[in-house]
């Protein structure tokens, strides 16, 4: 079973400071990686995702995450973080199941921004 | 249209009470997801639909039944909930899986249900 750690619960940034927040995955395939974001009481949005092309991926509102597959890693950078930025955030696997594939979620890391 | 779309957005309900969930997407996609979704926690998969056939149903109590009238369509029907049953219902469309590409899901902004 595939499965992804999100190593930190919680991540305090000032505002235009860099954004790290990292993702450990475990897959016995060349996994399918995501990274979503989610402001309160609002759905989840796709910010970037890897599906074995381009190791360094990048998504929108200047969100860019490397795969690095000897360290099994999946961490999600911004160069200068906006008070817009704070919110919940997802690393997701894909799994295939069932003749389908479903999502394994992270626990979530919430990113506050400082001003 | 990129959008998956809920209703209602929020609704009150009695444990007796029958109501139901309604998602619709116009992108073609052919699986869609129904997704639970607890205060400061990540969503849990309820059900998937492919192909408007029911695939995967994570050992959801049946008082929860879901529905795929149409490919644009997916009903959550809600009967005998419980105030546990409280939480935010998202959900989710993606293309069916082609030569092992696994799609990225689209989430609906949910549905905040609460159970008096």
């Known amino acids: 079973a595939q499965s992804v750690t999100q190593l930190d619960s919680h991540v305090s940034v000032s505002e235009g400071t860099p954004v790290l927040l990292r993702c450990n995955y475990s897959?016995?395939?060349?996994?399918?990686l995501f990274w979503y974001v989610q402001h309160p009481n609002k759905g989840l949005q796709l910010l970037l995702k890897?599906?074995?092309?381009?190791?360094l991926v990048k998504g929108i509102n200047g969100f860019e995450a490397e795969f690095k597959k000897s360290e099994t890693s999946f961490h999600l950078t911004k160069p200068s973080a906006h008070m817009s930025d704070a919110a919940e955030y997802f690393c997701?696997?894909?799994?295939?199941?069932?003749?389908?594939?479903?999502?394994?979620f992270g626990t979530g890391t919430r990113l506050k921004v400082l001003a | 249209d990129t959008e998956v779309t809920q209703t209602p957005k929020h609704l009150v309900m009695g444990m007796t009470n029958k109501k139901s969930l309604k998602c619709e997407q116009h992108m073609g996609h052919r699986a869609m997801y129904w997704y639970k979704q607890k205060a400061k926690k990540p969503p849990e998969l309820m059900f998937v639909?492919?192909?408007?056939?029911?695939?995967i149903n994570e050992s959801v109590p049946s008082r929860f039944s879901p529905e795929c009238p149409n490919s644009s369509l997916l009903n959550l029907h809600l009967h005998a909930l419980q105030p546990e049953d409280s939480a935010l219902y998202l959900c989710?469309?993606?293309?069916?899986?082609?030569?092992?590409?696994?799609?990225?899901?689209?989430f609906g902004p949910g549905t905040r249900l609460t159970v008096l």
């Open positions: 997701v696997v894909s799994e295939p199941t069932s003749g389908t594939y479903k999502y394994i």
């Open positions: 639909y492919s192909y408007e056939k029911l695939s």
């Open positions: 897959s016995s395939y060349s996994p399918s």
């Open positions: 989710a469309s993606s293309q069916e899986a082609v030569a092992g590409i696994r799609n990225e899901q689209f």
């Open positions: 890897y599906t074995s092309a381009a190791t």
